[in-house]
């Protein structure tokens, strides 16, 4: 089921919106005529992918990373041979953050750490296997110091970090593929894994 729909995300669902609606980048979201950005993927996933914020895109769709980064992370998650249930999406920040410019800036800790005990609440209600990091901002929740391409505990699950799809943008959209063959054979093993254990 589609986390946006899922009966098991309702009451998250409604807490998450008025502790948003509450918080300080709110007034964008009236101002741009945006929408907060919940999560998009399954409510059972064995794949969590955690990004930093909505960008214009997701702001008018109200889904994250349905723009260029999405298109590249969609590149991803084909390469990763995840299907549909397999995985889900979302953000450390469900608001678009604008400066005074109103250009993208990254999300300030204090704007992070307001959503985080929802961001916390969201993972525990999940429950993935394995949580793709995907730059700073998501890392910075979990460990500062998890290196590109590295597998950690965490809780009973596990990390891995990856950087922003939109860094890789950056640099002509390449780069990411070692990384990705890393994450793809950690998702082989765990498939192996879970083959014998259902056995
Ligand atoms: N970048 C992100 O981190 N999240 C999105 O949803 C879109 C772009």
Redesign the pocket.
């Known amino acids: 089921m589609e986390i946006n729909e899922s009966i098991k995300f309702a009451d998250l669902r409604k807490d998450f919106f008025s502790h948003a609606q509450k918080s300080s980048l709110y007034k964008t979201i009236i101002e741009t005529n945006g929408k907060i950005?919940f999560g998009r993927g399954s409510d059972t996933p064995r794949v969590l992918f955690i990004?930093?914020?909505?960008?214009f895109s997701?702001n008018a769709a109200g889904k994250?990373?349905v723009?260029r980064?999405?298109k590249l992370l969609d590149q991803w998650i084909k390469e990763l041979a995840l299907k549909e249930n397999d995985f889900a999406i979302i953000?450390v920040v469900p608001i678009i953050p604008l400066s005074n410019e109103n250009k993208i800036r990254p999300p300030t800790e204090e704007e992070i750490n307001y959503f985080l005990p929802f961001t916390e609440k969201v993972i525990s209600a999940i429950n993935p296997e394995i949580i793709v990091l995907?730059?700073k901002s998501a890392s910075s929740i979990f460990d500062k110091n998890i290196k590109l391409g590295q597998l950690k505990e965490w809780k009973h699950m596990q990390i891995f970090f990856i950087y922003?799809p939109?860094y890789y943008l950056r640099n002509g959209g390449k780069g990411f593929e070692d990384t990705i063959q890393i994450l793809k054979e950690i998702l082989k093993q765990k498939r192996k894994q879970a083959s014998l254990t259902n056995f």
């Open positions: 950005v990004g930093e914020a909505p960008g997701e994250p990373f723009g980064s999405g953000n995907l730059g922003h939109s």
